[in-house]
């Protein structure tokens, strides 16, 4: 009877043992999938390089439009730090331009549309990494609108305000003054659509695309740079493409 | 844990213990807390991702700034409760079950998705599916955090390390969103492996058809601690000491309970 104990006990060492015993496939694989990662992360520069021009080619054709939604896919990403998508009607629309102007004045889009009017086709470049080959945007140029209220001497920057009442952004006096600084209303032949910051937003081409913020409804002229929403938590102020924010895309302008 | 087993006349003292107890004890409530704040973290962080990636869903909700805070901190904070856990013997003791792949595990995975998981041979306490599910989330995890850190810290690295990071970032989140779906499939057809996890207890009846080697195991602990009993019945001479045995009946309880005396 002793000697049957003593063989169950060991029965039960074996069985014991058995749950635990086998190769350690389990680290194996997590150790498998860290490595991979980590090489992941050293070629994925160039995985996702050669991946946008197979994607590009399979979404042009996709008629869902589900290769979208793909890391890479193409096309804009939606970002907003609003609740919710701001609505205005083309007819509800006001842009004021105030602050150290001498003829602060408030636009209607019909009154933006009656000005002379500019169209570009270039590049949109995200801070992300995204990028849009080929966007139009068509609207007024700053320059004008700044020449027509008349920038006082001191003045020496542009603040812009949205009617998401949340996002803000920056230009110097110099930068908006540029021949591709826009007051955008219009977006690849159609007009700006609501996700996309309509029915008016800002249009920086040469800067990364934070700097063209939607939703514009004030200009205001001040004496110094006031750091716009996402400066405030660490992006650059000045935002060229391909010379800020530690990134080397290239230039979009 | 019968206590009057002791007090009982002798041949109530050898009587065999019925096999068929209906419970056995599956996962502690170490185990089941660990399950339950690790499955709600990775939720908010799937959840999150989703609404800061998916065009339709950010146009949805907007407030890039809350979801992108709410993200980071759930997905760093995924292994706190794992880490806690290993403080637990009874965790530590099935992260060894989950790691190791004995014989029965051998492409038991591949039989289980061309056959179904019931004819794909018997299984250990944990199903060698479950075990690569184990690994392959633990491993991302992981991967995720190191490239997700990247991306939360910018200035730390450069520009092709978190181009790299975010199309690893990108992609892998994609792989552990089908790795969870399936996860929470094979929960769904399967009411008592949900009430296992929520209550620790499973019937022996499904322990025997869904993880037959574990069931056999307790079987043989069960038969053994009789055997056990009886030896030492015998060698005292038929006069059990009631509050020895007792107190030792309550032990082997225990140790059958966890399943883990090893």
């Known amino acids: 009877m002793l000697v049957k104990a003593a063989a169950e006990w060991c029965n039960r060492g074996m069985a014991d043992r058995g749950g635990t015993a086998g190769k350690p496939v389990g680290r194996r694989v997590v150790l498998g999938v860290a490595a991979l990662g980590a090489a992941g992360v050293a070629f994925g520069a160039k995985a996702q390089n050669v991946l946008d021009g197979v994607l590009a080619t399979v979404s042009s054709k996709d008629p869902t439009g589900l290769t979208g939604l793909l890391p890479g896919g193409g096309g804009f990403r939606f970002y907003s730090v609003a609740d919710s998508i701001p609505h205005r009607s083309d007819t509800a629309y006001r842009l004021t331009v105030d602050g150290l102007v001498e003829r602060p004045a408030t636009y209607t889009l019909a009154e933006l549309k009656a000005m002379p009017q500019t169209s570009l086709v270039k590049d949109v470049q995200c801070v992300t990494g995204w990028r849009v080959p080929k966007t139009q945007f068509g609207g007024v140029l700053l320059s004008q609108l700044l020449a027509a209220a008349g920038v006082k001497p001191e003045g020496k920057a542009l603040r812009f305000t949205c009617f998401d009442g949340v996002y803000s952004e920056s230009l110097t006096l110099d930068e908006a003054m540029r021949p591709d600084m826009m007051v955008a209303h219009q977006m690849n032949g159609t007009p700006v659509s609501d996700a996309h910051g309509g029915p008016v937003r800002l249009y920086a081409a040469p800067m990364y695309f934070y700097k063209s913020a939607k939703w514009l409804s004030g200009i205001t002229v001040t004496d110094r740079v006031m750091p716009g929403y996402w400066e405030q938590y660490g992006y650059d102020v000045e935002a060229w493409v391909g010379k800020s924010n530690g990134r080397n895309d290239a230039p979009t302008s | ?262």
């Open chain 2, 1 to 262: 844990m019968t206590s009057k087993h002791g007090s009982a006349s002798p041949t109530g003292a050898t009587m065999p213990r019925p096999l068929d107890r209906t419970e056995l004890t599956r996962f502690t409530v170490v185990e089941r807390w660990v399950h339950r704040t690790t499955s709600t973290l990775m939720m908010v962080a799937i959840v999150t991702a989703a609404f800061l990636y998916l065009p339709q869903l950010a146009e949805l909700v907007g407030r890039r700034r809350l979801l992108v805070t709410v993200h980071e901190w759930s997905g760093i904070l995924l292994p706190v409760p794992l880490a806690a856990g290993l403080f637990f013997r009874s965790l530590r003791a099935d992260l060894r079950r989950l790691n190791r792949f004995g014989a029965e595990d051998h492409g038991w995975a591949w039989r289980a998705m061309r056959r179904g998981t019931g004819l794909a041979g018997a299984a250990g306490k944990f199903n060698a599916g479950q075990k690569w599910y184990a690994a392959l989330i633990a491993g991302a995890v992981l991967v995720m955090m190191g490239t997700g850190l990247v991306m939360w810290f910018p200035n730390l690295t450069s520009l092709d390390w978190r181009t790299g990071s975010t199309f690893v970032h990108d992609w892998l989140a994609l792989i552990i969103g089908v790795l969870v779906i399936g996860h929470i499939r094979m929960a769904l057809k399967d009411p008592e492996a949900r009430h296992g996890m929520r209550t620790g207890r499973v019937s022996r009846a499904w322990a025997r058809r869904e993880h037959e080697l574990w069931a056999r195991e307790l079987d043989a602990q069960e038969l053994d601690a009789q055997a056990q009993d009886q030896a030492r019945t015998r060698d005292r001479g038929q006069g059990p000491d009631a509050g020895r045995d007792g107190g030792r009946t309550e032990e082997q309880g225990r140790g059958r309970g966890s399943a883990d005396d090893s």
